[in-house]
């Protein structure tokens, strides 16, 4: 794996990275004006956060005159994949479809990802299994088994 490393953004590094991408790089006064209109956060709070992310290799950042601007290193898509995949690898092989559901039920999707995953599913259901083995356990402890 490389030194860039998504999984390790805590949820207040997202929020900066989230502008930092939107905006495909920015200063820090305008991460610092952006970041204050959606939550509460002092500068020093926003500045800290800023450092720890460039330390993290999530972003690079040079100076241009007096400003400090900053670019990331990861694509956001790559980002989220990488922290989801992270995520899902921690759950059973069981439950990871019930953990899809639920989030589907929730979430606001465009007509368009909706098709899209509606063309997988489709894909998908030629080939998927009846039902998806548990790997909580070694394979040959069948006592406990989801």
Not at 33 to 46: A, G, V
Request: aromatic share 4%.
């Amino acid at each position: 794996m490389s030194e860039i490393n998504a999984t390790k953004m805590s949820p207040a590094e997202w929020e900066l990275m989230r502008i930092i991408w939107t905006k495909k790089g920015a200063s820090s006064s305008e991460v610092i004006e952006l970041m204050q209109e959606k939550r509460s956060w002092t500068e020093s709070t926003i500045k800290t956060l800023l450092r720890r992310l460039v330390s993290k290799k999530m972003l690079t950042t040079h100076k241009d005159g007096r400003k400090f601007i900053y670019h990331p290193t990861i694509k956001e898509k790559d980002a989220m994949n990488e922290t989801v995949s992270e995520l899902f690898e921690h759950l059973c092989n069981m439950k990871k479809g019930q953990v899809i559901i639920n989030l589907l039920s929730k979430l606001e999707l465009s007509k368009n990802d909706i098709q899209k995953m509606q063309e997988i599913l489709v894909k998908k259901e030629q080939f998927a299994p009846k039902m998806v083995s548990c790997d909580c356990l070694p394979k040959e402890i069948k006592d406990g088994c989801c």
